[in-house]
């Protein structure tokens, strides 16, 4: 069975610093995809990042960067520079990269906010 | 437009009552999903479908039921409501990345 963890139920971060929000997870597939979605207060679901088990390169995505270990099965989230408008729910998830019957598995969240 | 589309965004109903929510979609895509989400828990999944004639339940399918209508259209029931299935619920299709609509938030009282 897949697992996700996020051990970080709250964090802050004052603005314009640099946090980074845990994630690991637990499979026995070699193949699989991990992503970091964000949940503002509107409740919508937004991809962040997303990295290819594969994939050796870290994922970048402008302030939004990962630490991808696979061998530690540990993919956390780095925002740089933060912004007030950051302040959201963070849930990092996991998905095989089998055919058939492959699902997401989601942490259960990070509540991070900003300081101004 | 929105990719995914739930309706309705907000219910508010009483225990025993028969609820349906409701997800369209407008990108073309096979699958399907519904989750819950609940405070401290995450999102977890309820049912999934790859296609029409596919539907297979998901870690708590127990008190749901799902019907799709259409590649488009996927629908998700509470036969008979009770409140411990007050949750904010999405519907998301494709699978990498998943897209989801904006949820439901239902509350039964």
């Known amino acids: 069975a897949q697992t996700v963890t996020q051990s970080q139920p709250e964090m802050s971060v004052q603005e314009a610093e640099t946090v980074t929000l845990s994630c690991t997870y637990d499979?026995?597939?070699?193949?699989?995809?991990l992503f970091w979605y964000k949940q503002p207060p509107s409740r919508q679901m937004i991809l962040v990042i997303r990295?290819?088990?594969?994939?050796?390169q870290n994922a970048t995505e402008n302030r939004f960067s990962v630490n991808f270990q696979k061998a530690a099965k540990s993919f956390s989230l780095k925002i740089s520079d933060s912004q007030l408008g950051d302040t959201a729910m963070y849930f990092c998830?996991?998905?095989?990269?089998?055919?058939?019957?492959?699902?997401?598995?989601f942490g259960t969240g990070t509540s991070l906010t900003v300081i101004p | 437009d929105a990719d995914v589309t739930q309706t309705p965004r907000n219910r508010i109903t009483k225990t025993g009552k028969r609820i349906m929510l409701e997800c369209s979609q407008t990108?073309?895509?096979?699958?399907m999903y519904w989750y819950r989400q609940d405070p401290g828990l995450g999102l977890r999944l309820i049912y999934y479908?790859?296609?029409?004639?596919?539907?297979n339940k998901g870690e708590i399918s127990d008190g749901y039921s799902v019907s799709r209508q259409a590649q488009a259209k996927f629908s998700l029931s509470l036969e008979s409501a009770i409140p411990n299935q007050t949750a904010l619920y999405f519907c998301?299709?494709?699978?990498?990345?998943?897209?989801f609509g904006d949820g439901t938030r239902l509350s039964i009282l």
């Open positions: 479908s790859f296609d029409v004639k596919d539907i």
């Open positions: 499979t026995s597939e070699s193949n699989y995809y």
């Open positions: 990295q290819e088990a594969y994939k050796q």
């Open positions: 998301a299709t494709r699978n990498q990345p998943q897209h």
């Open positions: 998830a996991f998905m095989t990269a089998l055919k058939t019957g492959n699902q997401f598995y």
């Open positions: 990108k073309g895509h096979d699958r």
